[in-house]
């Protein structure tokens, strides 16, 4: 196992309710080390899904420490509202804007690790000797996760602004997906196991997005609800508008060694390398056809592709991309999993992922229960 990253560490790490910043700190770690337990286990030709988690986590840090979005904010209203910006009268609503959509990808953060971050370290625990995989082993590590199908948590806002939530429904896809990995485990034929894998992913980014419905949806919201005038008048439209315009530039950007992807626009290859491993250039596994299918993925979306995106597609120009795959909306599930999807299948087989998100220095002051100093 990689550094002790067990299930009873899970629980502690979301337990850091009094430090929210060094919790998203320890969690994008955490993800990090499972990820190299993962790769351990299944061997490093395909990465599971902690590894997409590492960057994710790490983008929401941004959101949770307030700095890049009131910077975003700044910007905007210096160069399209600067009377706002100077207004004494609205400082205190833009800080509680702010603070409300922090606490919605904070919230978002912890509930997605508390439950796939411990999957992946029962997972990685039980699995770490091949003599012990074993299907009885499978049965006790999926009899932890609960029938039934993903259902959005239960969100409110309490009197004090913080967020009261319910979880609700079950985890079907996260048994189903523990199940797909072990059998990837097993699995030599290269294209085989890539696509076990994938459909393994596949299952958590969707079982996750699902719960994740209403902290996002409740994060591009809160300009509307925590401004003054927001619904009625000109003035306090235009600073909501202003606000939700940064949260949502900032949440559909990811940063990754080397790339910086813009979720908006259609995912392109990663650097140096095809659009597709080899291993997953042609999906034939029944149940990940299906799921892309549910998905809207490439192949099944194509017939539905205008003639510009297809003649670009055909062509390759501007370099190879998904055409189509861009999220119009990152609130809407359907648009933000068409993106994952891809996103996931490009970029499965892609060592590069592997970088640690932090040097060895802020590692040792995390680990020491010390916010490091500077970029994070």
């Not at 009873?8 to 910043?21: G, W």
């Not at 012990?132 to 590590?141: I, K, Q, S």
């Not at 300009?223 to 949260?247: F, H, K, N, Q």
């Not at 095809?274 to 291993?279: F, I, V």
Request: charged share 20%; net charge negative.
């Amino acid at each position: 196992m990689v550094d002790g990253i067990t299930p009873e560490r899970v629980r502690e790490i979301v337990a850091m309710a009094d430090q929210p910043v060094l919790r998203n700190l320890l969690i994008t770690r955490g993800y990090h080390r499972l990820t190299l337990a993962m790769a351990q286990v299944l061997g490093e030709g395909d990465f599971a899904w902690p590894i997409f988690a590492v960057w994710a986590s790490k983008q929401a840090g941004q959101f949770i420490r307030e700095e890049e979005l009131g910077a975003g904010v700044s910007a905007l209203l210096a160069a399209r509202m600067p009377a706002a910006l100077g207004s004494v009268a609205l400082r205190a609503p833009i800080r509680r804007a702010l603070a409300q959509i922090a606490r919605h990808v904070m919230g978002g953060n912890t509930i997605v690790f508390a439950e796939l971050g411990e999957a992946f370290a029962a997972f990685s625990a039980a699995f770490a000797e091949p003599a012990g995989r074993t299907e009885e082993r499978l049965a006790d590590v999926v009899a932890q996760f609960s029938e039934g199908p993903s259902l959005p948590d239960v969100v409110t806002i309490a009197a004090d602004g913080t967020l009261e939530r319910r979880q609700q429904g079950g985890q079907t896809m996260i048994r189903e997906a523990l199940a797909y990995y072990y059998s990837a485990l097993h699995e030599r034929r290269p294209a085989v196991r890539a696509e076990l894998v994938l459909l393994a992913n596949g299952l958590c980014g969707l079982h996750e997005q699902t719960r994740l419905q209403p902290y996002i949806a409740g994060a591009l919201a809160a300009p509307l609800t925590e401004l003054p005038g927001a619904e009625d008048g000109p003035i306090g439209a235009a600073l909501a508008a202003m606000v939700r315009r940064a949260a949502t530039e900032l949440m559909m950007t990811m940063a990754l060694p080397g790339q910086v992807l813009r979720l908006g626009f259609d995912l392109p290859a990663p650097p140096g390398q095809p659009l597709w491993p080899d291993e997953l250039a042609r999906l034939e596994h029944p149940r990940l056809l299906q799921l892309a299918e549910e998905l809207g993925a490439y192949e099944a979306r194509e017939r539905g592709l205008g003639l510009a995106d297809r003649v670009e597609d055909w062509l390759q120009l501007g370099g190879p991309e998904v055409q189509g795959s861009g999220a119009d909306d990152w609130s809407r599930l359907g648009d933000r999993m068409r993106y994952i999807f891809e996103y996931f299948r490009s970029r499965q087989r892609d060592a590069s992922l592997l970088a640690s998100p932090f040097s060895a220095e802020q590692e040792q002051d995390m680990l020491a229960g010390r916010v490091p100093v500077g970029p994070l």
